[in-house]
Nanobody
Framework: QVQLVESGGGLVQAGDSLRLSCGFS????????MGWFRQAPGKEREFVAA????????YYAESLEGRFTISRDAAKNMLYLQMTSLKLDDTAIYYC????????????????????WGQGTQVTVSS
């Protein structure tokens, strides 16, 4: 069993930066990838960013690349999402996720690839 716990969300103003963290615990896993997804009120969950755990290959939603940066600290079992130049549209609950199997049935940017999810952390961007 893997537990994922997000932190770092909050209320910020447009243009601000924020860093989300995700700590994970449980069995040591040969996790293939970890990712961030978000869900805004009334909208479907959408992919934000992902990183393959061993190689560190990064994937971003096209609309977010350049403003968001995903990183990991394998020694600390931590995943991060650095968000800059935040916009009102970035308001959402942000979820950390882990693909522990690496089956690659779906793309790394597809939520169906991920079998573990955190509870989410709220990010609210105000004008």
């Amino acid at each position: 069993q893997v537990q994922l716990v997000e932190s770092g969300g909050g209320l910020v103003q447009a243009g601000d930066s924020l860093r989300l963290s995700c700590g994970f615990s449980g069995r040591a896993f040969g996790t293939y990838a970890m990712g961030w997804f978000r869900q805004a009120p009334g909208k479907e969950r959408e992919f934000v960013a992902a990183i393959t755990w061993r190689a560190g290959r990064r994937y971003y939603a096209e609309s977010l690349e350049g403003r968001f940066t995903i990183s990991r600290d394998a020694a600390k079992n931590m995943l991060y999402l650095q968000m800059t130049s935040l916009k009102l549209d970035d308001t959402a609950i942000y979820y950390c996720s882990a693909d522990s199997k690496g089956a690659r049935t779906y793309s790394t940017t597809d939520g169906r690839s991920y079998d573990y999810w955190g509870q989410g952390t709220q990010v609210t961007v105000s004008s």
